[in-house]
DNA sequence: GACCTGCTGCGGCGTG
């Protein structure tokens, strides 16, 4: 056994801020328990269990071989700097151990030198996990392990990749009788209970939780305008408050700027290039279209305090955790008090010094929302991420990842998976399906060969067998499905970045458009690659991409709710609501503030119809369902066509004929009887079933989307898997994809339970009807909203001026 | 008193 004492006093011998935290955890890590670990950053969370991993290996007799420890973090931008950091300890603290490095861009001579001997400790991704796991030495390769620890394991567990995190474990856990001691890192969520028993499973009972009680300040201040007037009403670029974040950006060393959608980073570069010229070379751009040599150039400028300023999306939330920087801008509501918190977080790193965040709102409605952040997160209220379970589509490429590795049993590996918890409940008919799947493509497809990849071994092991099935397969790990891009790039061959087909496709040759904070003019089109020279020109259109959409959370919208009562009732506490006192007064004056049992409603007469409004504050995504199943049900009573838009805030829908609501209020419009059957049957379900399926017929390998570099075309992709979806639907209809697809858009494009509790509030509220001659500021922003998708930006304005002049003022 | 919307993430092969 060696001497530890020269590891404890090398760790002694840092500053940290929160060495108690730091002791409770490899304390407890020594102690042999698992748990999670809840801190911010900064606090030396990879130092805390990392430590104990390094105590625990000195104190055995001799320096083991093999693979020990597996330290699982979801970006691999990020892996490099862990394992440099646990290299550099071990070698300092007298560990004679190598810290190695798995993911995709781990070169091949790397990767050989792995496959003869592993490292003792391996910083990698869940995917590159599966990838050793399709090895078929893979019981070899982690006979010896014990530990893992899955880094940001709040940013895994809500989606596919944490069920693959889950089946890893459950694999692993199978090979070797001592329990792996698995510990998760975690960012402050709502669930961490839950979070930490989904990771850890059966060792969940003996579990340590430990939190790093910081208590880091945050200070949160809003960039108001002098007067509410100057916010618009609508919007959602917030550029013309820029004038106020230069001295913010003069002021400090280093500014991460967060917007919270790609081409409004682009947008926001240009405006400040252009309005502060003297920062150019010290301001930056970083989003998930652009180059990723670029955006590691961007991070490392910012690590060597080269940059002024970083505009960004959250694809800089992760990234920047061992780049700190001194001041966060957060322009636009962020739709979630975590993220929000999160993204605060990342100034002020120095020990007890304070973070900072300003909230530029981009209309005067963000104001209450930012009020309600500062409440929020005064209180700690944090918003839960709900592990998915049952993802077939993940279990099934599990199944052949094995058979193209060891091969598997299946009642052994049945009993594994069992014990994950996003499979706890699979019964015996479903499990029998997804062998049945990879056997032979299931009962609509095995008349095709390619489908039935798995062959059964005379001893009841399954295996794939043809080389052509585990290449393709290797090429399709994975859970994260992204559309075909148009590659642009320079004449010369320097890559800049994607854009999005369609984009392009409105492009003739010789146009000109603005990405990367550079104007590009388009001069070929080809292959799936857009290549371009530089221009001089000062115009063009900013590609849009599309993408996620983020949507209140039910947390923001219940505050949301009860800040528009106090205001109803003459309350406005803070900075925010007190700028907003008058525009709120205003709106109570034409219409009403509701109260939190009350739903308004208003309906205002145009020469384009009637427009009702309803107001139940629940985020995008609920409203969508909602205005499409009231549009539905009034549909059912009389032959009534409907437009529907909406906001995070309420929604219109919109009919050219002369109607009163009244009249329909009375039809029961929110009843939850028969509610599943009226959503179906009022949103184009299969729609959107499709699109879900997509992705899931190419995670459980029913459509390969191409050899690197060389991706399939959007339509031919589309076609396909629409071409499967049909299949199934007419031959197959019990197929458990077709089923996931449909499981799918209901629980996470619709959150279910959640449209379900708001229309039972929804009943219970009394309905206030306001019938208005103009537009309030609460329906102003639904409204031109619909009018965007029908105009361009300078017909747009036209019609906006119009309105003015129909409403009169 | 009135414009610009929609995030992020990973992984793999063979050939020239």
Redo the contacts with the bound molecule.
């Keep these: 056994m060696s001497d530890i004492s020269p590891a404890l006093a090398w760790f002694k011998s840092k500053e940290w801020t929160a060495f108690e935290f730091q002791q409770a955890t490899w304390q407890a890590y020594l102690a042999g328990k698992s748990g999670l670990l809840n801190a911010p950053t900064g606090s030396g969370k990879t130092y805390a269990i990392w430590l104990g991993c390094v105590l625990e290996a000195l104190q055995s007799p001799k320096v083991e071989t093999g693979l020990q420890v597996i330290w699982v973090t ?4 990020l892996a490099k700097d862990i394992r440099n950091a646990m290299q550099l300890t071990c070698n300092e603290m007298g560990l004679n151990w190598e810290v190695g490095l798995r ?3 781990t070169s091949t001579k790397e990767r050989a030198a792995q496959k003869k001997q592993m490292p003792q400790a391996l910083v ?2 869940p ?2 996990i599966h ?1 050793l796991l399709s090895q078929k030495d893979a019981a070899k390769t982690f006979k010896k392990l014990k530990t893992v620890v899955v880094d940001e394991w709040h940013e895994l567990i809500g ?1 596919k ?1 944490g069920v693959q995190m889950e089946l890893a474990l459950a694999y692993f856990r199978h090979l070797n009788p001592k329990p792996i001691k698995t510990w998760a890192i975690s960012a402050t969520i709502g669930n961490l209970q839950e979070a930490a028993q989904v990771l850890l499973g059966d060792l969940y009972s003996d579990c340590a939780i430990i939190r790093a009680n910081l208590n880091k300040k945050i200070v949160i201040e809003s960039i108001l305008p002098d007067d509410v ?2 916010l ?6 917030g ?1 013309n408050m820029l004038p106020s974040v230069i001295p913010i950006l003069e002021a400090n060393n280093s500014t991460l700027l967060f917007t ?5 980073t682009e947008v926001w570069y240009q405006k400040l290039m252009d309005k502060a010229p003297e920062l150019a070379g010290l301001v930056a751009m970083h ?3 652009l180059d990723t040599k670029v955006r590691q150039w961007v991070e490392d400028a910012l690590h060597a305090g080269k940059l002024k300023c970083v505009v960004c ?3 800089l939330d992760l ?1 920047v955790d061992f780049r700190p920087v001194d001041m966060v801008i957060q322009v636009g509501g962020p ?1 979630g008090i975590a993220r929000f918190f999160q993204r605060a977080g990342r100034s002020g790193h120095q020990p007890g010094a304070t973070s900072k965040i300003y909230f530029l709102p981009t209309h005067s409605l963000e104001l209450i929302e930012a009020a309600v952040l500062k409440e929020a997160i005064a209180n700690k209220q944090f918003e839960s991420r709900n592990p998915l379970k049952k993802s077939i589509d993940v279990l099934v490429q599990y199944l052949v990842t094995l058979a193209v590795g060891p091969g598997f049993y299946p009642e052994t590996t049945l009993e594994q998976i069992r014990q994950s918890h996003a499979y706890a409940k699979l019964t015996d008919q479903e499990w029998s399906w997804c062998l049945e799947f990879i056997t032979t493509g299931g009962s609509s497809l095995s008349a095709y060969d390619e489908y039935a990849k798995v062959e059964i071994e005379p001893d009841g092991r399954y295996v794939v067998k043809s080389r052509k099935t585990a ?1 393709r397969h ?5 859970t ?1 499905v ?1 559309d075909p891009v148009i590659k642009v790039r320079y004449a010369g061959g320097k890559y800049i970045g994607t854009v999005e087909e369609y984009f392009i496709s409105h492009l003739k040759i010789g146009d000109t458009f603005w990405f990367a904070g550079r104007n590009l003019e388009l001069v070929r089109l080809k292959d799936m690659t857009a290549t371009v020279r530089n221009s001089k020109k000062k115009t063009g259109p900013i590609p ?8 209140f959370t039910s947390l923001l919208s219940d505050a949301m709710r009860q800040k528009i009562e106090d205001a109803s009732k003459g309350v406005f506490e803070g900075p925010e609501m007190q700028k907003l006192k008058p525009l709120l007064e205003k709106h109570a004056k034409l219409s009403a503030l509701p109260h939190t049992n009350q739903l308004l409603v208003e309906q205002i007469k145009s020469d384009e119809g009637t427009h009702i409004y309803m107001y139940p504050l629940e985020g ?1 995504y609920i409203h969508d369902v909602l205005a499409a199943l009231l549009a539905y049900r009034i549909s059912v009573s009389q032959p009534i066509s409907f437009s529907i838009a909406s ?1 995070d805030y309420g929604f219109e829908i919109l009919t050219d004929l002369d109607i009163e609501i009244e009249d329909f209020l009375e039809l029961d419009l929110f009843s939850e009887e028969n509610l599943m059957d009226d959503i179906y049957a009022s949103i184009n379900n299969t729609e959107m079933a499709k699109r879900k399926f997509r992705d899931i017929a190419a995670i459980s390998g029913l459509i390969f ?1 191409g ?3 060389k991706n399939v075309t959007n339509k031919h992709l589309q076609a396909s898997s629409s071409m499967i979806f049909k299949v199934f639907q007419d031959y197959d209809p019990e197929n458990l994809l077709l089923k996931q697809a449909n499981e799918e858009v209901l629980s996470l494009q619709f959150e279910k339970s959640r449209l379900k509790s708001a229309l039972s509030r929804i009943n219970q509220q009394e309905i206030i009807v306001k019938k208005l001659s ?2 309030t500021p609460f329906c ?1 922003p639904i409204m ?2 619909r009018l ?1 998708e029908r105009y361009t ?1 300078e017909l ?2 036209e019609r ?1 001026a119009k ?2 002049l129909e ?1 009169g ?1």
């Excluded at 618009?232 to 670029?237: A, C, D, E, Q």
């Excluded at 290797?474 to 994975?478: A, C, F, N, Q």
């Design positions: 979801p970006l691999r931008a993911t995709g861009d990698t991704t995917e590159s990838v989606g990749r007037k100057s618009p009403w609508s919007g959602h670029l550029t919270n959608v790609r081409s409004q989003h998930g279209s999306t959250s694809s990234g739709k290449m290797r090429l399709s790990m994975g994260i992204s849009r991409w599309g993408g996620g959409k983020a949507s995008k906001n989307q050899y690197p570099g103009q537009p102003f031109v909203d965007r930006n747009l304005s906006i309105m003015q409403f003022d």
